[in-house]
C-alpha cells in the first residue's frame, strides 16, 4: 500500500512535542516499512525554509535543550525514501519561491495535483 | 465475500471539537452497515476512553447530574465497541502509547488497547480505506 | 507509480467557509479533479453548513457548485444550526453524514478538513 499524506497545518504544537506530530507519526511508520509520501501545502511549505531556529524556550525556571526541527524532520524522510511534494501555487502564496529551501522537495501545481492523488492507495489529509 | 474495513484517525481531545461527535457518528453509521472498525486515537484523543470521566450536575441548566445526564466519549466508545460485538463486527480502538504517557492519560475502558504508529499502518493497510480526522 | 485514474473524490469542509479562506482550497482541489474527469463531492459538516444558507455561500462555493461539483449538507449540522430545506442555497442538498462512510466503502478518497 501506499500513502500520500497531505499536510495543511504547521507548528501545530511543535513546541510541546519537539516536532511536528504529523511529521513524527510519518517517520515513525516509515521505520515500520510504510511506504508514504508528502505533499506539503498552506502553513506546512515553510518546513522547507532554510534558517529556522526554535530561541531555546523558557517557562519559569524550566528550560527546553531540544527545540523541535521540522526541517530536518522533512530531510530524514526524504532521506528514507519519502517523496515530498510542495505546493508550487502555496510557496508563491507564502513568499517562499525565491528563499533557500530543502533541495529533496518536487514542486507540483495545483493542476497536477488530481494524478498525483490517483497514483495512492489511500489519501490523508492532516 | 471479502468484509469491508474501515480504519479511522482521531486526534481531538474531548469535549473540545465538534469532530468527536461528528467522528462518533460515522463509526456507528459503519458499523449500522456491517463494516468492520479500526480506531487509532493519536494525541488528545487517548483521552476519550478514559474510564475515569465522571458526568456532573449543571447549575446553569438547573439540573443534577441524573437530570444533566451528561454525555461522555468513553461511554460513546462503550456503547460502539458493545454494539460492534452485538453485530459480530470487529472493533479495535489503539491508544498511541507515547500520547498517553505524556498526557499521564493512562486507564482507558475495557476493550481498547496501547499501540504504536506501527498499528496504525498495519490498520490502515488491511482496510478497505482510512479517514483521518485530524486537529484543525 | 500510475493507478487507475481517481473515480470520485471527497472532500469533508468542517470549517465555517465564511471565516476561513483556506476552505476555498479544498473546492480548488474538486474543480481541478472534475476537469480531469473525476467525479467530485463536498460534504459541508459542522460549521462548514454555515454556508450552505441562501445568501451566505461564498463565491467560490458557488463557482464550484457552477463547475459540475456535487455540494451536500450534513442534515444533522443544517437542523443544528436551524437551517431548513427551503433555505438552503441553489446547489446545495441536505444529505446524511453517512454517505461519507458509504464512499470510504467504496475506496474512495475523502479528505477531511
Known amino acids: ?11 501545530r504544537a511543535t513546541l510541546e512535542e519537539q516536532d511536528d506530530t504529523v511529521l513524527w507519526i510519518s517517520q515513525a511508520m516509515k521505520r515500520a516499512g510504510a511506504e508514504l509520501d508528502l505533499l506539503l501545502r498552506a502553513s506546512t511549505v515553510n518546513y522547507v525554509v532554510e534558517g529556522q531556529r526554535v530561541v531555546p524556550l523558557s517557562i519559569g525556571a524550566r528550560s527546553q535543550r531540544n527545540a523541535p526541527d521540522v526541517h530536518a524532520q522533512l530531510r530524514d524522510l526524504a532521506g528514507g525514501g519519502a517523496t515530498i511534494f510542495l505546493l ?24 497536477g495535483l488530481p494524478g498525483l492523488l490517483s497514483a495512492y492507495d489511500q489519501v490523508w489529509h492532516w | 465475500m471479502t468484509r469491508t474495513r474501515l480504519t479511522f484517525l482521531l486526534m481531538d481531545a474531548p469535549f473540545e471539537s465538534s469532530r468527536t461527535a461528528t467522528a462518533m457518528r460515522l463509526i456507528d453509521a459503519a458499523l449500522d452497515r456491517g463494516i468492520d472498525v479500526n480506531i487509532f486515537a493519536y494525541e488528545g484523543a487517548v483521552g476519550l ?5 465522571t458526568a456532573h450536575a449543571n447549575a446553569v441548566h438547573g439540573r443534577d447530574a441524573t437530570e444533566e445526564d451528561h454525555p461522555l466519549p468513553r461511554e460513546w466508545v462503550a456503547a460502539l465497541r458493545d ?16 500520547c498517553v504517557e505524556e498526557r499521564g492519560a493512562a486507564g482507558s475502558i475495557e476493550g481498547t488497547r496501547r499501540g504504536t504508529p506501527a498499528d496504525f499502518w498495519a490498520m490502515a493497510a488491511a482496510s478497505t480505506n482510512t479517514l483521518v480526522v485530524a486537529t484543525a | 507509480m500510475e493507478r ?27 474543480i481541478e479533479a472534475r476537469q480531469a474527469g473525476t467525479a467530485c463531492t463536498l460534504m459541508l459538516a459542522e460549521n462548514g453548513t454555515l454556508g450552505a444558507r441562501a445568501g451566505a455561500s461564498p463565491s467560490w462555493l458557488v463557482a464550484a457548485a457552477d463547475a459540475g461539483i456535487e455540494i451536500l449538507a450534513d442534515a444533522f449540522a443544517l437542523a443544528e ?11 446545495i442538498r441536505s444529505a446524511p453524514l453517512a454517505l461519507i462512510v458509504d464512499r470510504l466503502a467504496a475506496g474512495d478518497p475523502v479528505l477531511w478538513r
Open chain 3, 81 to 91: 444550526r436551524g437551517i431548513p430545506a427551503e433555505q438552503i442555497a441553489t446547489g
Open chain 1, 88 to 111: 508550487r501555487e502555496d510557496l508563491e502564496l507564502y513568499g517562499l519561491l525565491d528563499r533557500p529551501r530543502l533541495g529533496e522537495v518536487r514542486l507540483i501545481g495545483a493542476g
Open chain 1, 1 to 11: 500500500m501506499k500513502v500520500l499524506n497531505i499536510l495543511s497545518t504547521g507548528y
Open chain 2, 49 to 53: 476512553p478514559l474510564a475515569a470521566q
Open chain 2, 83 to 98: 454494539k460492534a460485538v452485538e453485530r459480530g463486527l470487529a472493533f479495535d480502538w489503539v491508544n498511541c502509547g507515547l
Open chain 3, 4 to 30: 487507475a485514474e481517481m473515480k470520485r473524490l471527497m472532500i469533508v469542509e468542517t470549517r465555517d467557509p465564511i471565516a476561513t479562506p483556506d476552505a476555498a482550497w479544498g473546492t480548488g482541489l474538486l
